[in-house]
């Protein structure tokens, strides 16, 4: 099988919700969509999405859960190479080192709603022509 690149261009990140509660931990989670442009073989796709969360009673630094793409391209991918790139987009606005809201490690007692964040990062990985896609 031959392999074509992917240049992924997020642009957005929606903040439905993220909360970190002291008193009770199982109502720990993230909620968000994470906006991008897609570039596969030279073909453009724009419009696509990725719904992110991390799980109720989950720890925030562990990995954070990136679903399945949405949106107009339906060929070959590769969700393995994907995931850490989105998880990275997103942590880049919210946590210790993030640029929209800075968490110091272990806060708690936080919620956070209807935040929208707007900054332009783009990925490259290689994809499998011919392989499996959505």
Not at 38 to 51: A, K, P, Q
Not at 70 to 86: C, N, S
Request: charged share 20%.
């Amino acid at each position: 099988m031959t392999q074509k690149k992917a240049k992924v261009t997020f642009y957005q990140c929606q903040q439905d919700s993220h909360a970190f509660e002291a008193s009770d931990e199982k109502r720990n989670h993230i909620c968000a969509t994470l906006h991008f442009a897609l570039e596969v073989g030279g073909e453009n796709h724009n419009g696509m999405s990725v719904d992110i969360s991390h799980p109720y009673g989950t720890n925030y630094d562990e990995e954070i859960e990136v679903g399945k793409i949405q949106g107009p391209y339906k060929g070959p991918w590769d969700h393995a190479a994907f995931v850490p790139l989105a998880q990275e987009y997103y942590r880049s606005f919210v946590g210790p080192q993030g640029s929209g809201i800075s968490i110091a490690k272990g806060a708690t007692n936080i919620l956070m709603t209807g935040n929208s964040f707007a900054k332009t990062k783009a990925y490259e990985f290689d994809v499998r022509a011919g392989g499996g896609g959505w």
